[in-house]
């Protein structure tokens, strides 16, 4: 299995898709993406291939490139497409109506809050998906949305007000081999750096040695699982307003095929 694409074929396919953007400039090498982000006025989507996780962190993290993607098992075009919906209304992205495929697909909400058992939340959830919730090519699915909703129930609340116990929703949308997992939540304390900080410093010392040097916290375990799970990592933040982080997920993938996946950030 390979999602390899020469800059050529990435750049065609994207011209293809967006004849013009309007609010995002496009870059389709490393040496281009330098240039542009020298002067950075516009958003910046990076077209790439064949970036590792510390690679890809690098980008969206250290050199602040909004939109990092790659062809993987949610195709390039799919994501080019998404591209060209947030170039024309970045706000659409936090409607629970938003799409990320764009072929047919099944939606579902489940509203829930800290006073839910998150039991309870996963087993409706895969219920509704009609995937079995033992299996043990749903098992990074599982991680993730059970991650997703713990940050909601626990995270969100903690960093806006501890008393406060606000609705959120999670929005499952399904599409052949892939997962669409969002959680709205309206506390909007999400920072960006942070989470993919997080994650960075993680995968640095190994998820093991994060736990061990805070139990409590976890040292970003959370958001490590969710970025190990993901095709495509969306993350949005309105401050004191709504947050929602939506991780494209794959099921039904042996481990092998798993490492191989070239992932995607999207910051918001």
């Excluded at 990320?100 to 959830?125: C, E, G, T, Y």
């Excluded at 509704?128 to 991650?147: F, G, M, P, W």
């Amino acid at each position: 299995m390979s999602y390899n694409l020469s800059a050529d074929e990435r750049k065609q396919l994207f011209e293809k898709e967006i004849p013009a953007l309007t609010n995002t400039i496009a870059s389709f090498t490393l040496l281009d993406l330098d240039k542009e982000a020298a002067y950075k006025v516009k958003k910046l989507v990076a077209v790439e291939d064949e970036l590792s996780s510390k690679q890809l962190l690098n980008l969206s993290f250290r050199k602040n490139v909004d939109f990092v993607i790659q062809n993987s098992v949610q195709t390039l075009t799919d994501k080019i497409k998404i591209i060209g919906q947030l170039d024309k209304d970045i706000n659409a992205y936090y409607r629970e109506t938003f799409s990320f495929f764009s072929k047919p697909s099944v939606r579902h909400k489940i509203v829930f809050d800290s006073s839910i058992p998150r039991k309870r939340v996963m087993n409706l959830a895969f219920h509704r998906l009609q995937i079995d919730i033992e299996a043990n090519r749903s098992a990074n699915l599982k991680t993730a949305i059970e991650e997703m909703v713990m940050n909601a129930q626990i995270d969100a609340k903690k960093l806006s007000d501890p008393k406060s116990n606000y609705k959120s929703s999670l929005i499952l949308e399904k599409c052949d081999k892939l997962v669409a997992v969002s959680v709205i939540d309206t506390y909007g304390t999400l920072v960006y750096s942070k989470f993919l900080g997080q994650v960075e410093s993680c995968m640095d010392i190994g998820i093991s040695s994060s736990i061990n040097q805070n139990r409590q916290k976890g040292a970003g375990v959370g958001s490590t699982l969710i970025f190990n799970a993901m095709d495509s990592l969306y993350l949005g933040c309105i401050p004191g307003e709504k947050t929602r982080v939506s991780a494209i997920i794959p099921f039904g993938l042996s481990e092998k095929n798993q490492e191989k996946l070239q992932k995607s950030i999207f910051l918001l």
